[in-house]
């Protein structure tokens, strides 16, 4: 970049497609190619599940946001695991009155690998 040359910042930017989906009570903004953790779903490693409660689809200049799902908008992901999250320690007391309660909870979930995003 010369010192005389102007660029505007949306040139720097990669333009991805992205989308809003939603699966186990959550959203999830994901693209192509990315990995994420979301609450377990009945399917088989290596098995390719299509999404199709999208809440939005985007590229960088322009959002489709649905009312309340986008018609026709599907997100391609294969299951690459199951597992349990950490333990989440849930400890309960109330001073002075010998109360005491601990309880722990390990929450499991399936991890995705987001394929094709078509809207």
Do not use: C
């Not at 939603?22 to 693209?31: C, D, E, L, S």
């Not at 309960?92 to 601990?102: A, G, V, W």
């Amino acid at each position: 970049m010369g010192s005389g040359e102007i660029r505007p910042w949306s040139l720097d930017k990669e333009v991805n497609m992205y989308a809003v989906i939603k699966t186990g009570g959550k959203q999830y903004r994901v693209a192509a190619g990315e990995k994420i953790k979301v609450e377990q779903i009945a399917a088989d490693v290596g098995q390719e599940i299509v999404i199709d409660q999208v809440l939005a689809v985007g590229n960088g200049t322009e959002l489709k946001v649905g009312t309340p799902l986008v018609s026709g908008a599907t997100v391609t992901v294969t299951v690459i695991a199951h597992g349990k999250h950490d333990k989440v320690r849930i400890f309960k007391m109330r001073r002075r009155k010998h109360y005491q309660k601990r309880q722990g909870h390990r929450q499991q979930f399936t991890e995705l690998q987001i394929g094709a995003i078509a809207a």
